[in-house]
Every structure is written in structure tokens, then in C-alpha cells.
């Protein structure tokens, strides 16, 4: 999970960033490279440096100028996104106005999901560390489609054994995705009204939802327990997605900020 920093703690970073000198990672073709405190200088809120071990046609393609930076203060894991200019073999970036704080996402702990349909049917979905309910992707998005796009994806792909139970793998201000049995989706599906419930952060969060659709998911690394541990065999499942049709306003701004570290309404 990430938060976007205010006016005041980037203006705090920063001038702990000049005193500091923290090491620095760039992220370039899904690998790290280091920057030590005494390889750049920083000046006018731009970082100059020399990179010394690295290949420089992979360093700065000219299709691909945008790098995520890694930092750290205090413990605390910060990154932004900036575009890396070179010049006489020299390498150069803005430090942006959109610093983000990387937050350990503990809400995962003790988080329990409630479904209730009007024909009293009831299910529990618990969130899992592989699938963070704030879940991230490169090109965030607040649309829900796109969203759902990656999230399907990844999960189609994923490569590493995996047991699950009934699970909440996203929420936001409009979608719920749930990755259930097709038995239990067919029971939502047919429901009249059905209900969501749940804490996140301390905030008691209740809505109406609708069915929307359910996304088969066949992928043999991912094996179906029950809440016993019982593995279900001859089970389809997959990905149950509802859309939020009555929430307070202000749940729905909680949510969509918490999922996308974006102001609500920011986004299309």
C-alpha cells in the first residue's frame, strides 16, 4: 500500500533528503540498481549522478525514461516516479511533486469480509497476503474494468502453489471481487439484495451489492479449501465480482482513496 505525502511532509522529506543523502534504488527491467549517497548530488531538487557499473543502453532506453526511485528515511520505504535525463554522460532527475510513503499492509490481519443475501444465504471471505485488498498495479487506474483486468490476470499467471479459502481480493467505491466457488456466485447471482459488511482501519463499512458476473478461474497452482480445510475437489472456481449500488459517500471516498492513494473523484 502507498500514501501520497502532503505539501508539508514532502517539504520535511526533502530537506532530510539533502542533510541525509540516502542510498538510493532505481528500478529499471524489474531490478534494482543502487545508487550510494556519495555516487550523486542533489541541487535545486534535482538529483545528478554518475552510474559507474552499469550498462548504459539498458540504463536509459530511449523509449522508457520514466524509473521509479526507491528511498529510505527512518526506516520508512519512500518512492516516486520521475523521468531520467543524461547529458554528457551525466544522469539527472526531478525530484516530483508526488513523493509516496510505502506503508506495510497489515490490514490483511484479524480482516473478515461478510456477505448476506435476503434468502439467508451467509458467506465469510478473509483477505490474503498474496492479493492485498489495496491491491497495486503499474498503470494504476480507478477503472474498475481495468482494474479487474489485472488483478484476472495476475491470477490467471500465477506461477507459485496456492491454497486459498472463500477470499476478498479487491474492494473500491464500486466493485467487490471475491474469489469463491461457482455454487456460492450462482447462490449470490440468483439473490434478490445482498449485503456487504466489514472494518478496515477501524471504520465499520456496510453496503448494498449486485451481481455482476463470475470469472472461471483454471489455473492448477491454485487449490479451493473450505473454511475446514478440506479440499474441494471437482470444484470450478474463480473470481465473483459485485458492483456497490448504495454506500455512505464518505465510505466510498475511504475506499477509493485507500485502494488507489488518489483523492477521490480524481480519477475517471
Given at each position: ?84 535525463e543524461e547529458k554528457n554522460d551525466i544522469y539527472f532527475f526531478r525530484i516530483p511533486e508526488k513523493i509516496f510513503k510505502n506503508i506495510e499492509n497489515n490490514d490483511n490481519e484479524n480482516f473478515v469480509f461478510h456477505l448476506s443475501t435476503s434468502g439467508g444465504f451467509k ?125 455512505q459517500e464518505e465510505d466510498k471516498r475511504f475506499l477509493h482513496e485507500y485502494a488507489y492513494s488518489e483523492k477521490y473523484g480524481s480519477l475517471s
Open positions: 500500500m502507498q500514501s501520497l505525502l502532503s505539501r508539508i511532509e514532502r517539504e520535511y522529506i526533502l530537506h532530510s533528503f539533502e542533510n541525509e543523502t540516502p542510498e538510493l534504488n532505481i528500478l529499471i527491467n524489474n531490478k534494482l540498481i543502487k545508487i550510494l549517497k556519495n555516487e550523486y548530488k542533489i541541487k535545486d531538487e534535482t538529483i545528478f549522478f554518475k552510474p559507474q557499473k552499469i550498462d548504459k543502453k539498458n540504463f536509459i532506453a530511449n523509449t522508457d525514461k520514466i524509473k521509479n526511485i526507491f528511498f529510505k528515511h527512518k526506516e520508512l520505504s519512500f518512492h516516486f516516479t520521475t523521468e531520467v458467506m465469510k471471505a478473509k483477505t490474503i497476503k498474496e492479493f492485498p485488498i489495496a491491491y497495486s498495479t503499474k498503470k494504476a487506474s480507478a477503472s474498475s474494468s481495468k482494474k479487474l483486468d489485472d488483478i484476472l490476470n495476475e491470477i490467471i499467471n500465477y506461477n507459485k502453489a496456492l491454497e486459498l479459502t472463500t477470499s476478498l481480493i479487491f474492494i473500491d467505491s464500486k466493485t467487490v471481487l471475491i474469489f469463491c466457488t461457482e455454487n456460492q456466485a450462482n447462490i449470490v447471482a440468483s439473490s434478490i439484495s445482498t449485503k456487504i459488511e466489514f472494518s478496515i482501519k477501524k471504520r465499520k463499512i456496510n453496503a448494498s451489492v449486485t451481481y455482476k458476473s463470475f470469472y472461471p478461474i483454471l489455473n492448477p497452482n491454485i487449490k479451493f479449501f473450505t473454511d475446514n480445510d478440506k479440499q474441494i475437489q471437482n470444484s470450478l472456481n474463480g473470481i465473483l465480482c459485485l458492483d456497490i449500488n448504495k454506500m
